[in-house]
């Protein structure tokens, strides 16, 4: 397996760089599928009963779990084997990647058919988990290093992919469920069968063709003017010792709780806000036109991964998070309002720009800790800030659904009306995030004298 | 003209193969988002 090994990967001289962002995006791609995990969701609520959900067929709540486990097995993932990456290079990582994300599909797969819901758990929750940290790490560090003139455009690709990664896994699960589907079987098992060797192959595209740039190495088609230059290399365990990698936290954090907190909510959200009662019968959002409305926050997702994160090496990455927080703070507090005027326009206006925000606060990050703590465990350091996109997803929503429920039940405020709040509340963790990002500054300045 | 070289057809082999499955994802979601607009059921 020596063609896994780290002095196997290195470049030859005169190697395209452009060949490195396809293997990135293989690997991204595939593991952005957990984005799209809900759409097994009714199948494996009714394995049994198959037309209903009959008693012993596994409840939501159940089968909820096996997407929080993933994404607290992704930051755990990442944050435990960032230095491993580092040490043994992205291809292993990718490898193993690939052989986690996939094997946890089969294992999944005989869950279904035997109807053990620990096997899940353990598959596509833990085993998966594992396979996500990896392959989302292993790729952008390796980007990183290929691009020191356009890192954020880089990154950007890669992240960019792993918003994709959904969009193709959504229609194609429910594609694959439909031709395996027969009277008798959901044909959940057989999919999840199929799109462990699907994913193994295209990840191992990514496997094969990931190249590292030899040391010292600078790309031929730039100035070395044009190249930024990072701050000090740091390794993982000296940067998380400084406070700039808690403010950058914070940062994340709070950008990604603002975002998929409403996230989740989208579709109900229009729905209550336009509703028949609000707007009257003909100007109602159906079902079909909320579904669109997610669609297009995905789209907007996406995009905004490649867009913000490219802006970045142009205006710096602290003014892009700056743009992030005062934009989607004034936009979360005008979102009410457009409910309140009827403006529909206006009200899918806001939220496309927020959640291109959204993804681009996960796409600029590992630029901003680029230029924090260079090159040298970007990976491993990226892996640790993760956590903070872990401790989002499980917070967020929980915060948006229980703030909901409270105002409906205990205060018996109108379903159209419960959301300004939390609105308001959204707004108010990106005006915390802006003070973090207000208070990062470079690290030569105190840092420098110690070193 | 030209031939390509072997590196560069890689290149866009590679591309293609990445950008396939990507620009039939955002097509499907594009589809759907239509809806909003009353363009698609």
């Known amino acids: 397996m020596s063609f896994l090994d780290k002095s196997n990967t290195i470049a030859a001289p005169g190697y395209n760089r452009w060949r490195v962002p396809p293997a990135a995006l293989a690997i991204h791609l595939c593991i952005g599928q957990i984005y799209a995990y809900s759409v097994f969701n009714k199948p494996l609520s009714q394995l049994m009963g198959i037309t209903k959900p009959v008693e012993g067929d596994w409840s939501l709540v159940q089968i909820g779990y096996i997407f929080s486990i993933a994404l607290f097995c992704l930051g755990a993932s990442a944050a435990v084997f960032g230095r491993w990456l580092e040490r043994v290079g992205p291809r292993k990582a990718m490898f193993v990647s690939a052989l986690c994300f996939s094997g946890g599909f089969f294992l999944s797969g005989l869950g279904v058919w035997w109807h053990q819901i620990w096997l899940l758990y353990l598959g596509n929750g833990v085993l998966g988990g594992i396979g996500l940290g990896l392959g989302y790490i292993s790729p952008v560090s390796t980007l990183i290093k290929w691009f020191p003139d356009r890192p954020g455009m880089a990154t950007g690709m890669a992240i960019m992919g792993f918003g994709g990664g959904a969009m193709v896994a959504a229609p194609l699960s429910i594609r694959l469920m439909e031709f395996f589907q027969t009277p008798d079987s959901m044909g959940v098992a057989e999919t999840f069968l199929a799109l462990g060797v699907l994913y193994l192959a295209y990840m191992l595209f990514g496997v094969f ?114 743009i992030f927080f005062l934009l989607g703070t004034a936009l979360y507090i005008l979102i009410p309002l457009t409910g309140r005027m009827g403006n529909i326009v206006l009200f899918v206006g806001a939220f496309c720009l927020i959640m291109s925000m959204y993804g681009g606060g996960f796409a600029t990050i590992p630029a901003y800790l680029r230029d924090m703590f260079g090159t040298k465990e970007v990976g491993a350091i990226h892996g640790r800030l993760l956590l903070a996109w872990s401790m989002a997803a499980l917070l967020g929503p929980q915060l948006v659904n229980n703030i909901r429920a409270y105002q409906i039940e205990t ?17 108010g963790l990106l005006a915390l995030g802006f003070i973090c990002n207000w208070l990062i500054k470079p690290l030569q300045e105190n840092k420098q004298s110690q070193v | 003209m030209k031939k390509p070289s072997r590196v560069s057809i890689i290149l866009w082999l590679s591309w293609v193969f990445v950008g396939i499955p990507t620009l039939w994802g955002i097509w499907q979601t594009l589809y759907k988002a239509l809806a909003l607009f009353g363009v698609t059921k």
């Open chain 1, 411 to 427: 205060l018996h405020i109108p379903a159209a009306e419960a959301y300004s709040s939390t609105m308001y509340l959204m707004a």
């Open chain 1, 209 to 322: 063709t990931i190249r590292i740039p030899p040391e010292g190495w600078q790309p031929s088609d730039i100035s070395t003017q044009t190249a930024q230059k990072p701050s000090l290399g740091l390794d993982a365990d000296a940067a998380i010792r400084t406070p700039q990698f808690y403010l950058l936290f914070a940062v994340l954090m709070l950008n990604v709780s603002a975002g998929i907190g409403v996230l989740g909510q989208a579709s109900v959200m229009i729905q209550e806000m336009f509703s028949e009662k609000v707007l009257g019968p003909n100007r109602a959002v159906s079902a079909v036109a909320a579904g669109g409305f997610v669609g297009l926050l995905s789209l907007f997702n996406m995009a905004g991964r490649f867009f913000w994160s490219s802006l970045s090496d142009k205006i710096g990455r602290k003014n892009t998070y700056t």
